[in-house]
């Protein structure tokens, strides 16, 4: 009941067992709080004493999870962010790469959690069949008004959507959106044609950032951030809804890195000024910081404690 009252909804949160291996039994790592948007409540984050994964328990029943997904979640600019532009040609990169060892004339596509779109658009340009599920309202009305994509509106579990149609499915950073990541992936299983490919990406709770940071790792993003992997509980969970990891790698991003620091600095920042860092100032400071920290990023992945994983797995033949 007291974990309740911190939430601020005593009838709003529920407490799962493991999402991964089913136990009851989890220690308390730290409280968590939402760093990003600045919603009141505090959020534990544990890790289950039998598997290792490490999830919000007690979290937002899925009625009360939408409130910590404003329209300002979604990024809606005109013109896309250079680094939104890197992440979505990244991820079209790595399926250009897949699909040489493949002989696929059109492959056709789901990017679930596919926001504004973009990843669809340069992926329907690159000749890939294409559509998405996304849960904003608005960012679907976007993709559809500027890109004119199939996005379903809804989520993975309510999309109508035939079995073994889908060569590819993309899940980037979505994952640990889910409040049932394995009954997703089964999901996801059910829609890939044997031999498909399922590219996804996660925050890695076993990284170097995630040691350092602790309950102020940007990359919890309490309580959006209902579970958090590391490459065997990521790998264990593929296993669970019988899909095959070829390769977990770990990203030599730098976003969990920079944010975390920025999040600390601009903090700081506000309570001295006592007036918000206008956007000009944020993103300068954020630019330096990415360029500091592409080495130091890069390194922790080459020894495996990358702030991210890439998981690419196959559904069996």
Same mark, same amino acid.
């Given at each position: 009941m007291v974990v309740e009252e911190r939430m601020g909804q005593a009838a709003s949160v529920e407490s799962p067992d493991c999402l991964l291996c089913g136990s009851?039994?989890?220690?308390?790592?730290?409280?968590?709080r939402d760093r990003l948007l600045g919603r009141p409540g505090e959020f534990p984050v544990v890790r289950c004493t039998s598997c290792g994964l490490v999830f919000l328990r007690p979290r937002p029943s899925p009625?009360?999870?939408g409130s910590f997904y404003p329209d300002t979640y979604y990024p809606l600019d005109q013109q896309p962010s250079r680094e939104a532009f890197a992440v979505?040609?990244?991820?079209?990169?790595?399926?250009?790469?897949?699909r040489?060892?493949?002989?696929?004339?059109t492959p056709s596509i789901l990017d679930i959690g596919c926001g504004t779109g973009l990843f669809? =658009?340069?992926a329907h340009e690159a000749g890939l069949r294409v559509r998405g599920i996304e849960l904003s309202e608005s960012a679907v009305a976007y993709a559809r008004a500027n890109y004119g994509l199939d996005v379903h509106h809804?989520?993975?579990?309510?999309?109508?959507?035939?079995?073994?149609?889908?060569?590819?499915?993309?899940?980037? =950073?979505?994952?640990? =959106?889910l409040p049932s990541p394995v009954e997703a992936l089964r999901r996801v299983a059910r829609l890939l044609r044997p031999g498909g490919l399922l590219l996804l990406g996660v925050p890695n709770i076993g990284s170097i950032e995630a040691r350092i940071f602790g309950r102020r790792w940007f990359s919890l993003d309490a309580p959006r951030h209902l579970s958090h992997f590391t490459p065997r509980t990521l790998a264990a969970a593929l296993i669970a809804a019988g899909l095959?990891?070829?390769?977990?790698? =770990?990203?030599p991003g730098t976003a969990g890195l920079v944010y975390s620091v920025m999040g600390d600095l601009t903090g700081v920042m506000l309570k001295l000024r006592g007036r918000p860092l206008s956007d000009s100032t944020y993103h300068r400071a954020a630019n330096v910081l990415h360029r500091v920290a592409r080495p130091l990023c890069a390194g922790a992945a080459r020894i495996g404690?990358?702030?991210?994983l890439e998981a690419y797995a196959i559904k069996p033949e």
């Open positions: 009851s039994s989890a220690r308390t790592l730290f409280i968590a009625s009360a999870l979505a040609e990244g991820l079209l990169a790595r399926i250009t790469e897949w040489r060892g493949q002989r696929l004339e669809l =658009h340069l809804g989520t993975l579990e309510n999309a109508d959507l035939p079995e073994e149609s889908f060569d590819i499915i993309t899940m980037w =950073h979505v994952l640990e =959106h095959i990891p070829r390769r977990i790698i =770990h990203s404690r990358g702030g991210a």
